[in-house]
């Protein structure tokens, strides 16, 4: 069952701006992660945010976490054609299950 | 180089055809699965792996196997592959069990059976 839902689905941008993307979920999770997956390649891992965070920094990533709405967002500053990929969100839950379930994705394109 | 690496990267293969994929990791990772990345359904785990001979299923294990015999190593196996099975698979690891941990990837491996 999926727990994470990306929104939108497809994001398309010029070279330069912002990118925000969006991931809601639907029970109580203990931390997020959010993953970029280029073409035919593997998922990689970007940034984890715990349950007892609100924002998280790296680079040129911005996350935040709401979990009083579940959900999430993505924030890339600045993008570069290098950025077009698909980007996940994954949610653990808070079963005991040890893993991780992930969303659909959302498509990000960035134009030169 | 740290990395995960799967065999083989592609693979056309008939119905009923026993095949395994193999995905072997150089990072002393306790913590490993295999996902199913179909369109529209994104990424659906399908076995993980704890640590050597401790295997469990995820959400969608029907018509898949596994083992964990060594640390490093964590085979799919498909006893008789169906045409249901034609997807994207990859494997990833991480250093401990534990979802607060970043998965590691592979580059997947694309199946297609016929």
């Known amino acids: 069952s999926q727990q994470g839902e990306e929104d939108p689905q497809a994001l398309s941008i010029q070279e330069g701006e912002n990118a925000t993307m969006n991931c809601s979920y639907k029970t109580s999770i203990n931390n997020l992660q959010w993953y970029r997956q280029n073409s035919g390649r593997g998922l990689v891992h970007l940034i984890l945010i715990r349950s007892n965070e609100r924002e998280k920094h790296s680079g040129r990533l911005r996350v935040t976490l709401d979990t009083s709405k579940k959900s999430s967002s993505l924030l890339i500053t600045a993008s570069r054609a290098a950025d077009t990929a698909s980007y996940f969100c994954?949610?653990?839950?808070?079963?005991?299950?040890?893993?991780?379930?992930f969303g659909t994705g959302t498509r990000l394109l960035v134009s030169p | 180089e740290a990395q995960v690496t799967q065999n083989p990267r592609y693979l056309i293969t008939v119905t009923g055809k026993k095949l395994t994929v193999t995905c072997s990791q150089n990072?002393?990772?306790?913590?490993m699965s295999w996902y199913r990345q179909d369109p529209g359904l994104g990424l659906r785990q399908i076995y993980y792996s704890m640590n050597v001979e401790v295997t469990d299923k995820g959400d969608v294990p029907e018509g898949y196997k596994v083992s964990r015999k060594e640390k490093r190593n964590f085979p799919l196996i498909l006893e008789s592959p169906s045409p249901n099975q034609t997807s994207l698979y990859f494997c990833a690891s991480s250093l401990r069990t534990g979802v607060d941990q970043p998965q590691h990837f592979g580059d997947g491996t694309r199946l297609s059976i016929l």
């Open positions: 994954a949610t653990d839950a808070r079963t005991g299950f040890q893993k991780l379930v």
């Open positions: 990072m002393n990772h306790e913590y």
